[in-house]
């Protein structure tokens, strides 16, 4: 059978919540020593360590968000000291500054057996040639998925993203196996090689290790048909781990969490409220194995449930439903996270105050596309063209310096963007995923 590590994957319940138990009390002692946000927020709850004696009692310990890890910007949430960290990576924030990870060399080691799992679970072995198409750099994606496949002794081939025509050339002469990529890139990928006439069962792919955005059933068999594979969902993200949280094993009925390194839990994301098991809510996540960067109760925004049943496979692991949504406003463009407050700073940053806006998603072929939408007003209108010129660039400078995306960006006249109640919809996001 295709498990990894069945000591853990196929563990006794009553084990695992003893793990559990024992690894969250280390994290809490963890964090209660090295963390000033932690130790100030158990101390503002009147709780210390020890009254965490079982799992029940982690509903009493603080809820984190992604504005206590800004609050924090750049180290202030590590445990340990910088010398310890071997890695950095980062994802957005909700501001202008992104938000940032750190890892010991025994998370990266923990990190890459856990990627390692779902990897394994989608049948990829050491004799595969796997083609990384994820962004090279501060993205989590790249090197996880790198580090995953190389400890399972699968030979890398670290392309990066972009470039389709090559990535296609590469598929066909190095022979690769198996695709890393955004669900949408890989679909774009499929219609690219329709367009030049490449039958994809030409090529030796026969696995897809997708996720890093949302994605459905429908995307799955068209890409599953359009590149002749078996198209496989992995979640995870930056401030937990990266990927490496949850995947799906072969009978793809959820995705299996990890739960000897992440306690999840769902909440009512009005309330804060653990909800009962099986409804659906916003996933909350405890890490349980981090050094350099533990989480408590990390509030991911994204909306799904759990389900405890055995699975068929053998792995006793919870599964996590295909993530339907989130409880916030962030969108995933091109696999980037963007939030419509960076836009916003952006566009005021660049009029020097307010001007009406509207960000307008859309997805063309399988590529997503922003388009921030400004009106002129006195102010922008009075610009002469060359100075309006010069106004649009700075905005899309601000906005690929901030989300490190590029957008579109035109001026259209006063009033012209629709209004409701006399207010314009900032977000109109027109994907059909
Ligand atoms: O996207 C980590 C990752 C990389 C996961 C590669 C899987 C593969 P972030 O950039 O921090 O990290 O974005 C995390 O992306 O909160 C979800 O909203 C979304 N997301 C990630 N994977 C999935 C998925 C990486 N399989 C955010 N399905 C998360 C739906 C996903 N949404």
Redesign the pocket.
């Known amino acids: 059978m295709n498990i990894w590590d069945p000591t853990h994957e196929c563990i006794s319940r009553d084990e695992l919540e003893q793990l559990q138990l024992e690894r969250l009390q280390a994290t809490i002692n963890r964090v209660h020593k090295n963390v000033v946000h932690y130790r100030k927020k158990f101390n503002e709850l009147g709780i210390i360590p020890e009254d965490i004696v079982s799992l029940e009692d982690l509903s009493k310990l603080p809820l984190t968000s992604k504005d206590d890890i800004n609050c924090n910007y750049p180290y202030g949430m590590f445990a340990v000291p910088l010398r310890e960290v071997v890695r950095i990576h980062s994802?957005?924030g909700t501001g202008s500054k992104p938000m940032v990870a750190g890892y010991t060399k025994n998370d990266i080691r923990i990190w890459s057996n856990l990627v390692a799992r779902f990897m394994t679970a989608a049948s990829v072995t050491r004799d595969d040639l796997v083609q990384v198409a994820?962004h090279y750099g501060l993205?989590?994606?790249a090197f996880?998925?790198h580090y995953g496949a190389e400890t399972i002794g699968a030979s890398v081939i670290p392309m990066g993203t972009g470039n389709t025509e090559r990535q296609i050339m590469i598929m066909q002469d190095y022979k690769s196996t198996v695709l890393v990529s955004?669900p949408s890139y890989a679909l774009e990928l499929a219609y690219r090689m329709e367009h030049l006439g490449i039958n994809p069962k030409s090529l030796s792919l026969k696995v897809g290790l997708?996720?890093?955005?949302?994605?459905s059933e429908n995307m799955r068999s068209e890409i599953e048909q359009g590149l002749a594979i078996n198209a496989t969902?992995?979640?995870?993200?930056?401030?937990i781990i990266?990927?490496g949280?949850a995947g799906e094993c072969s009978c793809k009925k959820g995705?299996h969490i990890y739960e000897d390194a992440f306690l999840p839990e769902i909440i009512d994301p009005d309330t804060g409220k653990v909800l009962p098991t099986g409804t659906e809510g916003e996933l909350v996540i405890t890490t349980l194995t981090k050094e350099a960067f533990p989480l408590i109760r990390y509030r991911?925004?994204?909306i799904t449930s759990l389900n405890y049943k055995p699975c068929d496979c053998g792995r006793t692991l919870v599964r996590m439903k295909?993530?339907s949504g989130?409880s916030d406003d962030?969108l995933?463009i091109r696999?980037?996270?963007v939030y419509p407050s960076q836009i916003e700073e952006a566009v005021y940053g660049a009029a020097q105050g307010e001007a009406p806006y509207q960000i307008l998603v859309e997805r063309i072929g399988a590529m997503d596309s922003m388009e921030v939408i400004i009106e002129v007003t006195d102010k922008i209108f009075s610009l002469e063209l060359q100075k309006q010129r010069s106004f649009l660039e700075s905005v899309k400078k601000r906005i690929n310096t901030i989300t490190g995306i590029h957008a579109y960006v035109k001026l259209v006249e006063a009033k012209s963007i629709p209004r409701q109640d006399g207010k314009i919809k900032k977000v109109l996001d027109k994907r059909h995923i």
């Open positions: 994802s957005s994820f993205f989590t994606g996880g998925l955004t997708f996720g890093g955005e949302p994605w969902d992995n979640y995870g993200l930056s401030e990266g990927p949280i995705l991911t925004r994204d295909r993530i989130r962030m995933i696999g980037v996270n």
